[in-house]
């Protein structure tokens, strides 16, 4: 069979009403603004007080890093693009970039627990298990992870035949809804997706749940009330994110081929491509007592110059 090959793609989004889209641009807009602000002080943040110089503003410093590079790749084209067109090329870089992202931001969250898990388990040793050269290297391999999931799966869905219908489903280049689009059988892509869905998602995810478990046992076990009190509020912090953004990605990965290009796909794509990276610096890190104190230092000091 000959297939006609496909040079662009067409990006359905939300809504064809001009009204409602000029109503979802500026929901958007906003959204997108307020979270590149806060990501983006976040990392103002860590680079100069003193006392924020630790492990774990390191891996949050980190993590705002992939989350900002996560709405550059999504956000622009959907608010930018009249025609929601991508080309060929530009679809598999976007959904490749996105894989990247996702991915290390999975592995950021895990080493982000473990991290917490070292820190009120073994404080004695917090210092030494925690080095600078372990820290980077832990950030270099959630980004190799990522590379590596990016490459491979924006080769496998882009090497195969795609005829007939170039409509995505979505707002951004997404495997289900392109594997839809594919005139060949997809079982071998599904399985692969299916694998590291399972390494990339519920393995960084069982190691957090287990890290938290351990946390949970060492506060009830040995610290006093006080104690308690304020490691429950990191530790409630870090796993709302982890909800958020393991739940809704799992959710999307892990249904059956059958259900793809459904509406509700979009709406589950938004909450971990767009609201869970607005969310994550107010729920996670803005709320912490040193970040005010060193945002309060940062005005002071913007003030006085």
Same mark, same amino acid.
Request: charged share 10%.
């Given at each position: 069979r000959n297939f006609t090959r496909i040079h662009e793609f067409i990006l359905v989004g939300f809504s064809d009403v001009l009204q409602i889209q000029y109503v979802l641009f500026t929901v958007f807009f906003c959204i997108f603004t307020i979270s590149l602000m806060s990501n983006t002080l976040i990392i103002l943040l860590y680079t100069l007080p003193p006392n924020l110089h630790t492990p774990m503003y390191f891996f949050l410093a980190n993590f705002s890093l992939l989350?900002?590079? !996560? /709405?550059?790749?999504?956000?622009?084209? =959907?608010? /930018? +693009?009249?025609?929601?067109?991508?080309?060929?090329? *530009? %679809?598999?870089?976007?959904? *490749? %970039?996105?894989? /990247?992202? @996702? +991915?290390?931001? %999975? !592995?950021?969250?895990?080493? =982000? &627990?473990?991290?917490? !898990? $070292?820190? #009120?388990?073994?404080?004695?040793?917090?210092?030494?298990? =925690?080095?600078?050269? #372990? %820290? #980077? =290297?832990?950030?270099?391999?959630?980004? /190799?992870? *990522?590379?590596?999931? *990016?490459?491979?799966? &924006?080769?496998?869905?882009? +090497?195969?035949?795609?005829? @007939?219908?170039?409509? #995505? $489903?979505?707002?951004?280049c997404d495997i289900p809804p392109l594997i839809n689009l594919a005139c060949t059988k997809t079982r071998f892509n599904e399985i692969i997706m299916l694998i590291i869905t399972f390494i990339i998602i519920l393995g960084p995810f069982t190691l957090t749940i287990i890290s938290y478990a351990n946390i949970i046992w060492t506060i009830i076990k040995y610290h006093s009330a006080g104690m308690r009190t304020k490691a429950f509020s990191t530790c409630t912090s870090h796993l709302i994110v982890v909800s958020i953004s393991y739940e809704s990605s799992s959710i999307m990965y892990l249904r059956p081929k059958s259900s793809y290009g459904m509406n509700e796909e979009k709406f589950l794509s938004l909450m971990y491509t767009i609201i869970a990276p607005s969310m994550n610096p107010f729920i996670y890190r803005l709320r912490n007592n040193d970040v005010k104190n060193a945002i309060k230092k940062l005005v002071q000091y913007v003030k006085l110059q």
């Open positions: 989350e900002i590079c !996560y /709405l550059l790749n999504i956000v622009p084209k =959907m608010l /930018l +693009s009249q025609h929601k067109t991508i080309t060929f090329y *530009g %679809c598999a870089i976007q959904m *490749g %970039c996105f894989l /990247l992202l @996702g +991915s290390a931001e %999975c !592995y950021m969250l895990a080493v =982000m &627990a473990y991290d917490r !898990y $070292n820190a #009120i388990c073994h404080p004695l040793l917090y210092n030494n298990i =925690m080095r600078r050269v #372990i %820290c #980077i =290297m832990l950030v270099i391999n959630c980004w /190799l992870i *990522g590379i590596a999931v *990016g490459i491979l799966q &924006a080769i496998l869905i882009f +090497s195969l035949p795609f005829c @007939g219908s170039n409509t #995505i $489903n979505n707002f951004y």
